[in-house]
């Protein structure tokens, strides 16, 4: 989802302590067309870029992209940054189509496949009853475990392992 005002304006003002964000707007008269934002980490991964490149789908075809894309290189290149990251969709095969013009613009480019990331969904109301069967199996595995469940922030007499554990995930 896009985000809001005031959470595009927080991105800047409250930045993470070990990423700076650059960014860079295409203008046609008074109207942006394209935008690239890119993050250089200041702490770990110092080679690469992480990039979000877009441009209006009426506005491509016009170098646009190209115009920010080779900005960014050049930015890359002033902070020392050997390795680009970008995201872009493109659909399985045999799967739901999508829209890949992202993807045929950056291989044309030289830009590779590197990660491949799959999202899933599951209709909640498909497992409403949940399988009893199923969860009663489970359970004969999980002698001596909890579960915990909050909202918000973590509670405190938790936080520690809580903790421990996203690191390692990480």
């Known amino acids: 989802p896009t985000p809001s005002r005031p959470e595009h304006t927080a991105r800047f003002e409250h930045p993470w302590p070990a990423l700076t964000e650059e960014a860079l ?5 008074d109207r942006v067309v394209g935008a690239a934002s890119y993050l250089l980490p200041q702490a770990e991964n110092v080679s690469l870029v992480y990039l979000e490149l877009i441009v209006q789908p009426q506005h491509r075809r016009r170098c646009i992209g ?3 894309l080779e900005e960014v290189y050049a930015a890359a290149r002033r902070h020392h940054r050997s390795l680009l990251e970008i995201q872009t969709v493109r659909a399985l ?5 999508r829209d ?6 950056l291989t044309h ?3 590779g496949p590197g990660v491949t990331s799959i999202r899933s969904r599951c209709q909640i109301a498909d497992h409403a009853a949940g399988d009893e069967a199923t969860l ?3 359970w004969t595995h999980a002698h001596g475990y909890s579960l915990v469940q909050w909202r918000d922030a973590v509670p405190e007499e938790i936080i520690a392992d809580a903790a421990a554990l996203q690191s390692r995930l990480m």
């Open 136 to 138: 009663a199996e489970a």
């Open 109 to 111: 480019r030289a830009h």
């Open 100 to 105: 890949e013009a992202g993807y045929r613009y």
């Open 93 to 97: 095969p045999g799967g739901v189509a």
């Open 66 to 68: 190209t115009r920010l």
């Open 25 to 29: 707007l295409a203008w046609d008269g």
